[in-house]
């Protein structure tokens, strides 16, 4: 197709979809409505688990499953990074520069650096009583290390985070959710359920299994994040064309 | 421990098995990894059918995933539903995830440094991803595993990075699959806010309880959701990745993306509607079928049509595939238990014939470095059993009794109505055919040898080799790719603007090369084959398969079972062989053999037909054009259901 | 009635096809994808909304004392944001591959794939 027959279908899609939207939007029940059948029940299960974050209760216990379908993709994502940004045949690896970095930047980037990893480290494990889990912890644990490249230079990340360790805690992360999950087998119930003893609401051991999956996830998460990073640091930093290659 | 509680192990067992491959895979030797794989995927196998033996009548066990079991008739949790479809679909995920493991067995030269186990992991995640997408009874669900799917067969098809079609492929793919997933999502949005459920069975109850029919967001709701399905369904305008995705995966991928991965797109469609929308509150029954109508009819045609076309032999059977999700929906379209258990029927047999030809392909791949019908022509005499199992496959795809694929067809134009069954034996015939042509071309030597001076660019390459390429001839990159290309005996693309792939130049996927079939890969490949046969011959199995399209066919009983009140639909007979079927299909074989007979003389691949040259353009591998495609897919799916 | 919320999901999933569509560069296309996206997250979560509502957590507010917005909308979208974030990740990995084998990031110079 030449750009002007592309831009023709695209219109005319377009066009019809939007005419779609409309006809179905204008029968959507009100915006803002307080008919919410499902959230009704999602709070009620939440509080009869004792969990005080109700989103945390619908992703680590309500419908777990489907968290253990987004781990898998996450660490299908990662193992898929790895094998498609491997060195190549027709590459090798030359050790990264060290980098000349402002004192101001340095002096910053250190003093955030223990700072967002403590306040990672606590989002994961308040999972069940605040905003937050082991997602968006994880996700703030793995850019506490990074920071190291930001204050120093390559080469002192990757003496903080070797790639095989976090490989190995990200595939930890992924055994530890699925034994959990078998652990409700072997306890006669069924997978995945939340069989521990419940706790005190809004205390830091209630919610039952729901820290337990939150820990999983928030390790798996953070080295998943550095695996992933390290695959793309690597490809700008250490990999180039081998000499007399036609690229 | 009771029969349903087993359900969610279907995927935490390769989930499992794939965490810890790659865990060990720094330490793994290659074999223990493809090993330890092979007994991960079969065992799930093993769980899949022990299961199925167990489903009496049309359902099966339903768990409630994490104990959460509704209580007064509405809940918070997930819902698996075994029933035979279901499970039936899982067992054959297994089976050809065994098969592509076992296939492999001597392929790729070097995994990644430290990652012995990354190839198998990342097949057990496939698997993990469909296992969850057919056994799910909730909506949100489905689109996890969906996508499961999607990135893992992303990684996949994208395997070999050094080759500069295999990224382009796996990234066309990427966009258009992910694209129509977050169509998928904003369906589900949309019947979320109607109804506040996200099972199937839920949303059903739900749609059927409120007053009135289905209105304009109901039938956007399905539509959205629906695009995401025919995505993957590869169905007309949706389909522009399938050809440029299998052209260029691993040939084990192509087994899976090929044999069960498009065809969960066909069962998606089949399930959404008759667990949800085939209610009083759903879409009417007469706008379903227009839709699949036109849908099935316009993909068998193109897929028949472009499959004649290629020359580049994993394109061409990428086509083939097409064609017949085409006339699965066609099929479907009837949308009776019986057209249902007839595209059961089909769908598993076209599974084993379609991988067995693609295993085949991977054979010739490994030997000879191409996949180019005009370069191969006269070179695979020395392949004998190759050669006779791909000329099979070819009889078994145009529907040769008493192969599953024939009686399948059979049970297909007996529920679709003659109009149909014009279609389904034009289109199987004309699919049989090119692959029968390149068989006689390849095997045989047969047709005129292609035009110009012989050039065989892997041939020299191919001789004595050190064990394990050098990087200097190990970087094939688009550079000399295109150099072969240069040499090729057809005119460049960007010489005379001819729009087609050849199949020259292409990176064997073996270690050293292959100087005989090995066997790993023969045995695979008999087998599939040998399962698309038992299909149609062992009558054992035609009850189980008649019960798994009554239980998916049915609306009320699948809610009924959900909510925990099973209740037995009246079972349709089992299917059989019947004289006015054997004798169409008889017919489509001999069409399939009088036209590759015919054919060295009409095209052999060299001269082509210029009216088809528009529809070949379109095919233009610009992911922009693919994109407005399935925008405007979209749209022609809403006017559809108007 | 209320329907900006609603418009804008859908524009923004419009916008997004029309820049995947357009796009002369494959990051600017995985940008785009990712716009698409986002599309489903703003529906995912106006359809949850509630007038006067607030977060899901109880860990400040007594249960039962103010209304909450719909807990299971967000924990969707929280799933949505993770598939997003990996799929851009794995396509800009095959990004870079691309930029290496055909040198050069912009569809219309990518020729290999055809008929």
Redesign the interface.
């Known amino acids: ?1 030449n ?1 002007t027959v ?2 023709w ?2 219109g ?28 009704a ?3 009620a ?3 009869h688990r004792h969990t ?4 945390s ?3 680590f ?10 781990q ?19 590459e090798r690896r030359v050790p990264p520069e060290p980098a000349v970095v402002a004192p101001t930047v340095r002096r910053y980037a250190l003093v955030s650096l223990p700072l967002t990893l403590l306040v990672g480290l606590y989002v994961v494990a308040h999972g069940q ?3 937050g889990g082991g ?1 968006q912890g994880g996700l703030v644990v793995a850019t506490a290390l990074h920071l190291l490249y930001v204050a120093v230079d390559y080469r002192a990340l990757e003496r903080l985070r070797p790639v ?1 360790v976090f ?2 805690a ?3 992360g ?2 530890a959710y ?1 034994l959990l ?2 652990a ?2 072997f306890a006669g ?6 069989v521990l003893p419940l706790g005190t609401f ?1 205390t830091l051991a209630s919610g039952g299994l729901v820290p337990l999956l939150n820990a999983a996830i928030g390790i798996e998460v953070a080295s998943a994040a550095v695996v ?1 990073l390290a ?2 640091l690597d ?1 700008a930093l250490e990999l180039v ?2 000499e007399g ?3 | ?1 009771t029969a349903e ?1 087993i359900l ?2 279907l ?2 067992v390769p ?2 098995g ?3 491959l ?2 060990a895979g ?1 330490w793994l030797p290659r074999y223990t990894a493809d090993v330890f794989g092979l007994f991960v995927s079969g065992g799930t196998g093993a769980l899949a059918v022990a299961q199925l033996v167990g489903v009496r009548g049309a359902t099966g066990p339903v ?6 079991r509704p209580e007064g008739g ?5 819902v ?1 539903v075994g029933d035979g479809a279901g499970l039936g679909l899982a067992a054959l995920i297994s089976a050809l995830v065994t098969a592509a493991l076992v296939y492999s067995r001597r392929f790729f030269d070097e995994p ?4 012995a186990g ?1 190839f198998p ?2 097949l057990l ?1 496939f698997q ?2 469909m296992c ?1 997408f057919v056994l ?1 009874g909730d909506l ?2 489905a689109f ?2 969906f ?2 799917m999607g ?2 067969a ?3 098809t ?2 070999r ?2 080759e500069a079609r295999a ?1 382009q492929g ?1 990234l066309t793919f990427g966009f258009v699959n992910s694209l129509g997933g977050y169509a998928t999502l904003l369906g589900i949005g ?1 019947l ?3 109804t ?3 099972g199937f069975a839920q949303i059903g109850a739900a749609l059927d309880a409120a007053a009135g029919g289905g ?3 109901v039938t ?2 399905f ?2 959701v629906a695009t995401g399905l025919l995505v993957k369904a590869a169905a007309v305008p949706f389909h522009f990745w399938l050809p440029d995705a299998h052209s260029v995966a691993p040939t084990p991928v192509c087994m899976l993306l090929s044999g069960v991965m498009v065809e969960l797109g066909v069962y998606g469609i089949a399930r959404l509607y008759w667990a949800t929308f085939a209610g009083p509150g759903g879409v009417p029954a007469a706008d379903a079928h227009r839709v699949l109508l036109v849908q099935g009819v316009l993909t068998a045609v193109l897929g028949a049509v472009m499959c004649w076309q290629q020359r580049h032999l994993k394109r061409l059977l990428a086509f083939s595939t097409i064609a017949h999700t085409g006339l699965f929906l066609t099929a479907l379209s009837a949308l009776t238990p019986e057209a249902a258990t007839g595209v059961g029927v089909y769908l598993v047999a076209h599974a084993g014939v379609k991988a067995a030809l693609f295993g085949c392909v991977g054979v010739l791949l490994d030997r000879f470095g191409s996949v180019d019908e005009r370069e191969l022509h006269g070179r695979g005499r020395e392949l004998r059993f190759v050669g006779v199992l791909f000329a099979v496959g070819g009889l078994a795809l145009a529907g040769l009794p008493p192969f599953g694929t024939a009686l399948g067809k059979a049970l297909c134009e007996e529920a679709a109505g003659p109009g149909a069954t014009v279609l389904f034996v034009a289109v199987s015939a004309v699919t049989g055919a090119a692959v029968l042509r390149t068989a006689a071309g390849v095997f045989l030597g047969a047709g005129e040898p292609p035009a110009g001076p012989p050039h065989f660019p892997r041939a020299a390459a191919r001789g004595p080799r050190t064990e394990h ?1 050098s ?1 200097a001839t ?2 094939r ?1 688009a ?2 790719s295109g150099t072969s290309d240069e040499h090729d005996t057809a005119p460049g693309p960007e010489q005379e603007g001819e729009p087609e792939t050849t199949g020259s130049g292409e990176e064997p996927e073996t270690a050293g090369p292959v100087t005989r079939a090995p066997d790993s890969m023969l045995v695979a490949t008999t087998a599939l084959l040998a399962g698309g046969l038992a299909v149609g011959c062992v009558p054992a199995l035609w009850p189980h398969l008649a019960h798994a399209a009554d239980g998916l066919s049915d609306h009320s009983a699948y809610i009924a079972a959900v909510f925990g009140s099973p209740e037995t639909p009246p079972a349709s007979t089992a299917p059989n062989w019947k004289v006015s079927g054997v004798l169409l299909d008889l017919l489509a074989t001999l069409l399939a053999l009088v036209l590759a007979r015919t054919a060295p003389r009409i095209t052999a691949g060299t001269r082509r037909a210029a009216w088809a040259r528009p529809l070949r ?2 095919h ?1 591998g ?1 992911v ?2 693919y ?10 799916l ?2 559809l259901l108007r | ?7 804008c999901a ?1 524009w923004l ?2 916008v997004g ?2 820049a995947l ?2 796009s002369r560069n494959l990051i600017h296309a995985v940008g785009a994808l990712a716009v698409c996206q986002s599309s489903t997250y703003v529906l995912l979560l ?6 006067g509502g607030t ?5 400040d507010v007594p ?1 039962g004392a103010r ?10 979208t ?2 949505d944001v ?2 997003g974030a ?2 851009t ?2 396509l ?3 990004v ?2 691309i930029a ?2 055909h ?1 050069t990031v912009d569809p219309d110079e990518l020729r290999e794939l055809r008929g």
């Open positions: 197709m750009k592309r831009l279908v695209l005319v899609g377009c066009a019809g979809v939007a005419l779609l939207f409309v006809g179905a939007f204008r029968r959507l029940p009100e915006f803002g409505g307080s008919h919410h059948p499902y959230g029940r999602a709070v299960a939440a509080l005080a974050n109700v989103v209760s619908v992703n216990d309500q419908r777990s499953f489907d968290t253990l379908g987004e898998a993709i996450l660490f299908g994502a990662v193992l898929g990074t790895v094998v498609v940004l491997r060195q190549a045949r027709d009583l605040s905003p997602f095989p490989a190995l990200d595939a930890f992924d055994v699925l999950g078998l409700g087998l119930a069924s997978f995945l359920a939340n809004n992933l695959q793309f490809q064309p081998r290659e036609h690229r | 421990m509680r969610p192990l995927v935490a989930l499992l794939a965490a810890l790659v865990g720094r768990e409630w995933v994490a104990g959460w509405s809940g918070v949790g997930i698996l990644p440094p430290g990652q990354a992991a990342l995640l993990a991803g969850g799910t949100f669900n996890v595993f996508e499961l990135v893992i992303y990684a996949l994208g395997y990075v050094e990224v796996a949309l979320y806010a109607r506040g459920e996200l209105d304009a967001l956007t709701g539509a959205l390429r990087a190990g970087g990159g550079g000399e353009r379109l233009s610009h922009g054009d994109v407005a495609c399935t925008v405007a897919g979209m749209a022609l809403g006017l | 009635m209320n329907l900006l919320p609603f418009l859908g999933f419009l096809c029309y569509a357009t106006a359809v949850g909304y509630r007038s977060a899901p957590v109880f860990s249960p209304p909450v917005v719909d807990p299971v909308v967000q924990a969707l929280l799933t993770v598939v990996t799929v990740a794995l800009l990995a095959l870079v591959q290496k084998r040198g």
